[in-house]
């Protein structure tokens, strides 16, 4: 069980989250937002697990070739697109407790595929399209990523959560009670009653998805030890060189967390001035123009994106002389970077 299922965790303790500062050739760089962690549920909640260590070899086969059919049937019925259903593969798990003592274990979701695949979608969803359109990529550590989220585009991002949890998983709860109480998954019950095994691991199973949950912490970059006044007092007294080197890292820090959402901003930008067909591309710009503005850093919007958008939107036959007339050059890509490096952006510094 979850104790805050659904909840969105604040973390206290900032009174403000402004990352600020004049960083890169007298622009004055003011993030605003959060550092942000979604957190999904796994499609594996929906599996149980069966000792079949008791089956001989021949009868654990006969059981997997049964059961597969079984599941397919069942995915077959609850599927929309029923032409597209695939066969399922179940997992199977060994463990030597012994020489003379091995252990198999079948695993399987009893319930339609349509449930895992929900889950599955929600969380490429989510990690491809939702994370991507609202927020800043600042760090990557392995498969791990730390967020900005933009002050503006945090309500949307929260509501959208709200909604998977109040209607898409809520309504996916109740169909999946119904499922159990309904004459397949008997039948399931039955099967593993016929081959002798263990019942209970379906009679008392309860599949519940919980909530996908959301934790923001409001981020203070623009901080500095300089008008701390505990520190102030310190620095008369002792740790002068720590201080020192503390205010190099705050410093250094908030460069690197500002030239990253530039950087960020830029890999978004890229794929849209170099597709070759422009797809959306009023609603994508649109979206990165929120993002921008949303987070501080409007001169990007105003200097580059908006005109950006009135070329890509424009006749394609006005579109060089709009390059030209916004950004001094003829090509788009060549325009956008000298338009960024005027910004003295750090991702285009030599």
């Avoid at 965790?9 to 403000?16: A, I, K, P, Q, T």
């Avoid at 600042?138 to 709200?162: C, Q």
Wanted: aromatic share 8%.
């Amino acid at each position: 069980m979850h104790d805050n299922r659904g909840q969105t965790r604040v973390h206290n303790g900032l009174d403000r989250y402004t990352v600020t500062g004049s960083l890169f050739g007298g622009i004055n760089v003011e993030l605003q937002g959060f550092l942000v962690s979604i957190h999904t549920i796994h499609e594996n909640i929906l599996e149980v697990e069966v000792d079949t260590s008791a089956l001989k070899w021949d009868e654990y086969q006969k059981l997997v070739e049964v059961l597969e059919d079984h599941l397919y049937d069942i995915d077959r019925d609850y599927s929309v697109k029923s032409k597209l259903v695939r066969g399922r593969t179940l997992k199977a798990r060994y463990k030597r407790i012994s020489l003379d003592d091995r252990r198999r274990r079948l695993r399987f979701s009893p319930l339609p595929s349509k449930y895992s695949n929900l889950l599955k979608n929600l969380r490429k969803y989510i990690y491809e399209g939702l994370i991507p359109s609202t927020c800043f990529c600042l760090e990557k550590v392995s498969t791990r990523k730390l967020y900005f989220l933009p002050k503006g585009m945090a309500p949307y991002l929260l509501e959208v959560i709200d909604k998977m949890n109040t209607e898409t998983l809520s309504d996916a709860n109740k169909e999946i009670e119904q499922f159990r109480q309904g004459n397949e998954y008997f039948s399931l019950i039955q099967l593993l009653n016929r081959h002798g095994l263990d019942t209970k691991v379906l009679s008392k199973a309860r599949f519940i998805i919980g909530n996908f949950s959301v934790d923001i912490l409001p981020v203070d970059f623009g901080y500095s030890i300089d008008v701390d006044d505990f520190y102030a007092q310190q620095a008369r007294i002792k740790h002068k060189k720590g201080l020192e080197a503390l205010r190099r890292q705050i410093e250094q820090k908030h460069q690197e967390y500002v030239a990253e959402v530039i950087q960020d901003l830029m890999r978004k930008l890229t794929p849209i001035i170099t597709a070759k067909r422009r797809v959306r591309v009023k609603k994508k710009l649109d979206r990165l123009i929120d993002i921008c503005e949303g987070s501080g850093l409007n001169a990007i919007s105003e200097e580059v994106i908006k005109p950006l958008l009135e070329i890509c939107t424009a006749r394609a036959d006005k579109r060089e002389e709009l390059t030209e007339k916004h950004f001094g050059v003829k090509s788009l890509y060549k325009g956008v970077e000298k338009a960024m490096r005027e910004l003295k952006t750090p991702f285009l510094e030599e």
